[in-house]
């Protein structure tokens, strides 16, 4: 048996990355908005001169989630883009509503 012919033998197929395609294609419309949300807290935290840490510690949460959040891949929670922008003080997503909350933020004392 010459080396080819034992190669393919023992040889694994790679399926994974075939996996990974299928999902980043599946999931293509939220990646794209999490990669742009991760975007804008990147530049607010160079803007603030802010570390993950601190807005970790804001956030109350690890400082490995805030990282996990800045690698643009995280499905985040309604929850966690608000404690983001009430960290940050910066818009990231629009809603029907918008208009009401930043009325309701203006007219409120800041703590």
């Not at 990669?35 to 001169?49: P, Q, R, Y």
């Not at 993950?52 to 499905?75: D, F, H, T």
Request: include cysteine.
């Amino acid at each position: 048996m010459d080396a080819v012919t034992r190669l393919k033998l023992i040889a694994v197929p790679d399926t994974e990355w075939i996996k990974e395609a299928q999902y980043q294609r599946d999931n293509d419309y939220w990646l794209q908005i999490s990669f742009e949300i991760a975007t804008a807290v990147l530049s607010a935290l160079g803007k603030k001169d802010m570390t993950q840490r601190e807005l970790a510690k804001l956030m109350g949460c690890s400082p490995q989630y805030v990282n996990k959040i800045l690698k643009g891949s995280e499905n985040l929670t309604l929850e966690t883009i608000c404690k983001l922008e009430k960290v940050l003080q910066i818009k990231l997503i629009e809603t029907p509503y918008s208009h009401l909350r930043e009325a309701n933020s203006s007219s409120q004392p800041a703590q």
